[in-house]
T-cell receptor, first 113, second 111 residues
Framework: EAQVTQNPRYLITVTGKKLTVTCSQN?????MSWYRQDPGLGLRQIYY???????DKGDVPEGYKVSRKEKRNFPLILESPSPNQTSLYFC????????????FGPGTRLLVL | GDSVTQMEGPVTLSEEAFLTINCTYT??????LFWYVQYPGEGLQLLLK?????DKGSNKGFEATYRKETTSFHLEKGSVQVSDSAVYFC??????????FGDGTTLTVKP
């Protein structure tokens, strides 16, 4: 089944404790992206990747890191999480870029205390 | 930069009512336009899209027409059902890789 998977789905952590949210797709898509969803703010793009080893900042990259060492994986790293990073995070992928249909993962709900 | 402005919600309708959710955009170049839908507890999924001016996207009874002259992509459905209750996002994308979403409009359809 073609899908985007994210792990974990739910996470509670404390300020400053490094964490990684994994994202994997099995559709051989070149483009992958991370978003955060906050009430009243819609979806905002954090980082995106047009291909392996190519990443770029979205609208809200501060406090986040990403890497794209393989086509299928695009982990999101929070080196020192803070409470303002409490949010619902979505990973998405598409064949060649956002001008194509994006396929979204189920989301990761993060609470930073 | 690029931006998407969606009709403010929430929107509450009775079953079989007509739906319009307004979406306007500003963008450089010639973006592709999308409507995504998010059902409770789920990720977003594509509802419909249009890639150039005057294109009409349609799916599941929903329609939207890419209007370059008014920079709009309004979502319409002639007769909504309870199962259409969800959050609807208008979005635009360019070849540059960045993706811009509106704030989302929550639709509740009552029997």
């Amino acid at each position: 089944e073609a899908q985007v998977t994210q792990n974990p789905r739910y996470l509670i952590t404390v300020t400053g404790k490094k964490l990684t949210v994994t994202c994997s797709q099995n559709m051989n898509h070149e483009y992958m992206s991370w978003y955060r969803q906050d009430p009243g703010l819609g979806l905002r793009q954090i980082y995106y990747s047009m291909n392996v080893e190519v990443t770029d900042k979205g609208d809200v990259p501060e406090g986040y890191k990403v890497s794209r060492k393989e086509k299928r994986n695009f982990p999101l790293i929070l080196e020192s999480p803070s409470p303002n990073q409490t949010s619902l995070y979505f990973c998405a992928s598409s064949l060649v870029g956002p001008q194509e249909t994006q396929y979204f993962g189920p989301g990761t709900r993060l609470l930073v205390l | 930069g690029d931006s998407v402005t969606q009709m403010e919600g929430p929107v509450t309708l009775s079953e079989e009512a007509f739906l319009t959710i307004n979406c306007t955009y500003t963008a450089t170049g010639y973006p592709s336009l999308f409507w995504y839908v998010q059902y409770p507890g789920e990720g977003l999924q594509l509802l419909l899209k249009a890639t150039k001016a005057d294109d009409k996207g349609s799916n599941k009874g929903f329609e939207a027409t890419y209007r370059k002259e008014t920079t709009s992509f309004h979502l319409e459905k002639g007769s909504v059902q309870v199962s259409d209750s969800a959050v609807y996002f208008c979005a635009l994308d360019t070849n540059a890789g960045k993706s811009t979403f509106g704030d989302g409009t929550t639709l509740t359809v009552k029997p």
